[in-house]
């Protein structure tokens, strides 16, 4: 808007030559490159996974392939990225799944044998 409150009309440059080119058969083709997300390597889950919950060597083999996702992501490979991103991804999740049934079986058979133990220690005492 100019000074004056009214809206300014378009100045045409000089010289420059701007828009649809003159001239028979020429015609102006318009290209949009849509940049889509990069794929994810998983690489935090992969090390998470193979520091602490490394069962059956899922947690390695998930962190090479975060590593191999991560090279192709670099490279400009997207489609290598993604193939090596969601296979890490699969492995980290069953490493996970994995992880937790063997915590949870744990739990549940150190809590029945604390019951166990229990109730045969209060069985030995009334026995006396």
Known sequence: MNPQGY????VPLQGVPYGQPEGPGMVQHTT???IAEPPQDHIIWSI????????????L?????????RDRKMVGDLQGAQHY????????????????LIVL????????????????????????
Do not use: D, Q, W
């Open 7 to 10: 809206p300014s009309a378009p």
């Open 32 to 34: 949009v490159n849509i």
């Open 48 to 59: 998470f996974s193979f520091v602490h919950m490394n069962p059956c060597c899922l947690g």
């Open 61 to 69: 083999a998930a962190l090479i392939h975060s590593v191999k996702a």
């Open 85 to 100: 991103g969601s296979t890490a991804r699969s492995l980290n999740i069953a490493a996970t799944v994995l992880i937790g």
């Open 105 to 128: 079986i744990v739990i549940i058979s150190y809590s029945v044998i604390a019951a166990r133990a229990n109730n045969s220690y209060s069985n030995y005492n009334y026995g006396r």
